[in-house]
Each structure stands twice: as C-alpha cells, then as structure tokens.
C-alpha cells in the first residue's frame, strides 16, 4: 500500500464575492480525481484545497477554477 503524498494548495480567486460563488468553484473542484477538500473563505478570496499529490496536481485544480468560470493564481503550496 503506498503512502499518500496529502498537500495544500491555497488560491487566490478574483471575484468571488458570495456563497452561490463559493459552492461553483467548491463543487467544480471536487471532481477532480485526488481532491479530497475544498474549503472557500468569501471574504479573503481564497480556496484552500487538500488533495493526494499522486492523483492531482496544481494545473489541474486550476484548470477546474477556470471552468467554474473564474481567473485564479497560486498563492501558496504546501505539505501536509
């Protein structure tokens, strides 16, 4: 059984601006394969997302913000 690599990418999202914004993104992001949570803060335009760095990789969690129809950018990765 192998371990898994568990990371966190933290991104930026520019116009995300109420609930109804967070759940698209959220629920976009979550069927991308290794994506095990997605957590949006509103306020600070963030989404925090936990995910297997074996299953998933940063370009594809953002290409999955992209269809939820918003521009986003990296702000921080980091181990788990």
Request: with cysteine.
């Amino acid at each position: 059984m192998q371990d898994k690599k568990m990371a966190r990418a933290v991104f930026t999202v520019r116009d995300i601006d109420c609930v109804t914004c967070a759940l698209a993104i959220e629920k976009r992001v979550k069927k991308v394969s290794g994506v095990k949570d997605v957590l949006t803060a509103v306020m600070l335009n963030q989404v925090y997302i936990d995910y297997d760095e074996s299953q998933a990789n940063i370009s594809e969690i953002a290409k999955a913000i992209d269809k939820a129809g918003y521009s986003n950018y990296l702000v921080r990765r980091e181990a788990k």
